[in-house]
């Protein structure tokens, strides 16, 4: 097996994001309290917009996984706070959240494919307890995932 130390420098590195963020989700709770995700909706917080309309905010992760990686949220929680909380009412947001992912996944050229993750609960690494919908691409996705 040949390996540069090169890639076993980002090998190391994914690992210590993989571990960081399952420690994150270990230490998340769901709460009434604003997340991270309500304040950059009230650009309270600031990020780099990818698309936004009257129902849905996109924009790019602080920490990639992959050379694309934009997080889709709702702006208006609704109780959906992940994707097992999901209720009938919610459908309609669902459905714009994929649809969203779809036009932005051909305004940023993923042409080729892209994946779709949607954490849910401490063992389904979810850190923030607002829907939100991972659109990853612009490299070979690998399987099984996580």
């Not at 009230?42 to 990639?64: C, G, M, W």
């Not at 609704?78 to 051909?106: F, M, P, Q, V, W």
């Not at 849910?120 to 690494?125: A, H, L, S, T």
Request: aromatic residues 4%; proline residues 5%; glycine residues 8%.
């Amino acid at each position: 097996m040949h390996t540069s130390s090169g890639r076993i420098v980002v090998l190391a590195s994914h690992l210590t994001s993989m571990a960081s963020e399952k420690e994150a989700a270990l230490a998340a709770t769901p709460s009434d309290s604003p997340t991270i995700f309500d304040k950059i909706i009230n650009k309270e917080i600031p990020s780099t917009v990818v698309y936004e309309d009257d129902q849905v905010l996109a924009f790019r992760d602080i920490s990639p996984q992959a050379p694309t990686h934009i997080l889709i949220i709702p702006k208006v929680k609704d109780g959906l706070t992940g994707l097992s909380k999901a209720e009938e009412r919610h459908c309609e947001i669902l459905g714009r959240l994929l649809y969203t992912a779809k036009l932005i996944a051909k305004q940023e050229g993923l042409d080729d494919g892209f994946r779709i993750v949607i954490n849910d609960g401490p063992k389904g690494c979810q850190s923030v307890y607002h829907i939100h919908v991972h659109l990853l691409g612009g490299r070979q996705m690998t399987w099984p995932a996580g």
